[in-house]
Each structure stands twice: as C-alpha cells, then as structure tokens.
C-alpha cells in the first residue's frame, strides 16, 4: 500500500491543471483509496494560505485550484469553461513605477469568432 503525503500529491495533479476539490479527491483517491474528503479539502486550503496553490473564484459556481507558478491570467472559454493561462507580459499592462503590484487575478472571458 502506498503511503501518502497528500500535499505532493495535490501539487502533483495540481500541475498545469484548473481542477476543483472534488476533482482533485477524485485523482488522489485512484492513488490512496483510503483518503477521506475532508483530508484533501483541509490540506487543498492549507496550501492555498501557504501560496503552493491558487484558488480561482468566479469562474463556476465552485473553485479552481492550480499549482501556483510564474504569473499569468486566466483566458475563459464562455461556452465550455476551458481555463487557458496567457502570461502577464503578453497583455501590454502598463502600471506606473510608483506602485508595487503585490497580487493580482485578471480573467478574460471570451468565445471564438468566425
């Protein structure tokens, strides 16, 4: 039987993913049958305060959870939900040299046109 540490795990399926808790349980549980919910919702929460992870609200109804990397925002497929990363510098934001950007979450919503 394998022995879990659930917080590599989560990071592990938590990689180049935008999954919700429960999507996330359902990944960990094919590895550690054993795993309780409430284990993977504590240590998924944990990691979030701990910046391992980010929390993506406003998108569905329930959050997404992504490892955290370099920053970027996120582009939203209107019609299917598909969450697509689009790195900062290719946005052409311009912010005055007198400010220190400490956080940020830009969501771009959108749908292919003919």
Known sequence: MKLCYYKEDIFNVCMNN????????????EQCPN???????????DMVKEGKLKKITGIWTKAIYEAYKEPHAHLID??????????????????PDNIKVSNFDIKIYWEFTK
């Open 35 to 45: 795993v309780w919910r409430s284990t993977i919702y504590r240590n998924v929460e």
């Open 18 to 29: 935008h999954l919700t808790v429960d999507t996330i349980f359902e990944k960990i549980k």
């Open 78 to 95: 209107e019609k299917t939900g598909e969450v697509l990363d689009i790195e900062v510098s290719k946005l052409n934001i311009k912010i």
